[in-house]
């Protein structure tokens, strides 16, 4: 028996539970410029839409759903940004992060180096997931954080018309924005599970965030075809609009609900795909 | 306990196979590597020492065939066996905007058996033995093929290891990086490691291996102590003389073969002939001896004793 192995029966080691992968994962993903730029798109959205609101003349046509409601209330700005970028910005960095997840590695090769230390198949598609999900959350919150800095600096705060037409005060809107911000990074994770399943089957990250971009436009073009409308409550992207919902007084739950429960089974189901996949592949990269 | 001890050798496979979708990369290997060896598993490009390596890394499953680690078997999926191994596969590869140093925080936080209290020692540390610490703070797409081999050399080293693979260690290093890394691994196998070293040039691993594996078109076809690998060779016996065809043939009176005169020397191969036997016929015969040898064969001698061909690559 070797020294070493001498010191190891002694000291036998044990695996640690602690935060330092994810926190590593994280300083990757918001270390990286590109992503950083992509996130700097994604807010300068509402600061051009508050300012071409506030420049414009007022009642001027009907614009984005919420655009008209935010020269009575500045919080507005968050909620039409959050509509504006809901279609292609924000699916468009989830795919990118997601796509880059396990791809990325590979193409690097470092895929094989996290392997052998062993970080575990099943851990490292844990980490990333969660990655992906803190760089929803942070994606999602960032716009609207920054929709609402603009909103109520060019058009104050104040009480607040909600959808239905009843009032409510600035505290409870904020509380809505927040649940909506929510609701819709649950949405945006759940894309997310599926770009982690096409990242475990391609060693080309960019390949594998165009592939889950496409996904996300066919879902879209699916749900506005009407004659098929028995496949549309399946399609994720189909719930994402309900956020709006959360405008209502009172809430209309039902099709939160639904978008909440789907987007759940995407996220299981796609997250059990990609560990089947890497689970069993050869990493040959 | 003895036998305890043996079967739990760092390294033993059992009909080792891995078949890619046209050939067969690796065919029924017996790996087996003892504890303490330095291991130099050799065979040209494409021979399938990569493809066995990634295989005992649990990073592709065999077609066929069994591999256990330390006398835990690779197959059981439990992969926890691999903290007590350290490896270089197929090259560097790490995040090009990160450092040197930030890439190895990255594997070093990966890692669930470390403790991230010695971290920052430990990767300096790593850095050091691999003459790196100068650099560790350059982004890693600013280093040199040579250093950033170096760089993949430190983090099979960040942890203490009882086995470290290395897959062509010294590819990319300039000579004196080459002697550096033949020293380091040394160390490491004085140190109690386990190494297994993985290259396609013979001469560069022939001084430090205690052991060799030689590898051929997927095969292993030979496994043994370096001396008893070498000694299972022909060996050329050469006679320095100025009068070489009358050596010539006193040589080929006893018996030797392939018997080749150069001026001022004559070699040639010992077969069944007993070397005691040599001088005094050629003294008998009246043949000046200025200088007698028997040459050890190079590892090259015996790759080509061995597979009757040469040291290229096979498809
Ligand atoms: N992922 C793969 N797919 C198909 N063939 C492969 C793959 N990896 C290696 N091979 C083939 O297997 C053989 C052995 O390769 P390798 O193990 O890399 O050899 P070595 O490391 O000894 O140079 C080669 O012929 C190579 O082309
Ligand atoms: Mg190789």
């Known amino acids: ?285 | 306990m003895t036998s305890a001890i043996a079967d739990s050798a760092p390294v033993l496979t059992s009909g080792l196979t891995k078949r890619f979708r046209r050939q067969i990369a690796v065919d029924r290997i017996d790996l087996e590597v003892p504890d303490g060896a330095v291991y130099g598993f050799l065979g040209p490009n494409g021979s399938g020492k990569t493809t066995t390596i990634r295989m005992l890394l649990g990073l592709i499953s065999p077609t066929a065939g069994e591999i256990s680690l330390f006398g835990s078997s690779l197959r059981a999926g439990a992969p926890a066996v691999l903290r007590r191994v350290g490896s270089l596969v197929e090259g560097p590869a790490f995040h090009p905007y990160l450092s040197g140093r930030a890439n190895l925080a990255r594997l070093d936080a990966a890692d669930r058996y470390s403790n991230p209290r010695d971290s920052r020692s430990r990767i300096d540390s790593a850095l050091d033995r691999v003459g790196l610490l100068a650099a560790a703070e350059k982004r890693y797409r600013a280093y040199s093929l040579g250093m950033r081999q170096r760089l993949a050399i430190a983090n099979a080293l960040l942890m203490p290891r009882d086995l470290l693979v290395l897959d062509e260690p010294t590819n990319g290093l300039d000579p004196q990086g080459t002697r550096e890394v033949r020293h380091l691994i040394t160390e490491l196998a004085r140190a109690g490691a386990t190494v297994l070293v993985s290259s396609h040039l013979l001469a560069e691993v022939e001084q430090i291996c205690s052991h060799v594996g030689v590898m051929y078109e997927g095969r292993l076809v030979a496994q043994a102590p370096l001396s008893e690998l070498r000694s299972s060779t022909v060996q050329t016996v050469r006679v320095d003389t100025d009068r070489s065809e009358e050596a010539a043939q006193v040589l080929a009176e006893l018996g030797l073969s392939d018997i080749a005169i150069s001026p001022g020397y004559v070699t040639a191969t010992l077969g069944e002939v007993a070397v005691e036997k040599i001088m005094p016929n050629l003294v008998n015969a009246d043949v000046p001896v200025l200088g007698f040898a028997v040459l050890q064969p190079s590892l090259e001698d015996v790759f080509v004793f061995l597979t009757g061909e040469g040291f290229d690559v096979s498809g």
């Open chain 1, 1 to 285: 028996m070797s020294a070493a192995e001498l010191l190891l029966v002694k000291n036998p080691p044990r695996a640690r539970v602690s935060t330092r992968f994810l926190r590593s994962e994280l300083k990757i993903i918001f270390g990286r410029r590109r992503n950083l730029a992509g996130m700097g798109v994604l807010a300068v959205v509402p600061v051009i839409l508050a300012v071409a609101v506030r420049v414009s003349a007022p009642g001027q046509g009907d614009g984005p759903p919420f655009v008209s409601a935010i020269t009575g209330n500045g919080l507005f700005v968050a909620f039409a940004a959050l509509a504006l970028e809901l279609p292609l910005f924000l699916p468009l960095a989830v795919s990118a992060i997601s796509g880059d997840a396990v791809a990325g590695e590979a193409n690097l090769g470092t895929l094989r180096y996290l392997l052998a230390i062993p970080a575990g198949r099943t851990r490292l598609l844990v980490i990333k997931y969660a990655a992906i999900v803190i760089f929803a959350l942070a994606a999602t919150f960032l716009v609207a954080i920054v929709g609402v800095i603009m909103g109520l600096a060019l058009f104050g705060g104040g009480d607040m018309t909600l959808l239905s037409g009843t009032q409510t005060s600035m505290a409870d809107g904020m509380w809505r924005l927040a649940l909506s911000s929510l609701y819709l990074a649950a949405q945006f994770s759940a894309l997310g599970a599926i770009g982690l399943f096409v990242s475990t089957l391609t060693e080309q990250p960019i390949g594998a965030t165009i592939a889950i971009v496409l996904v996300n436009v066919f879902m879209f073009i699916l749900d506005s075809i009407s004659q098929l409308a028995w496949l549309h409550p399946w399609l994720l992207t189909h719930w994402w609009t309900a956020f709006a919902d959360l405008l209502r007084d009172p809430i209309a739950t039902e099709s939160i609900k639904r978008g909440l429960i789907t987007a759940l089974v995407y996220a299981s189901v796609f997250w059990l795909a990609a560990w089947a996949r890497l689970s069993t592949k050869d990493i040959s990269s």
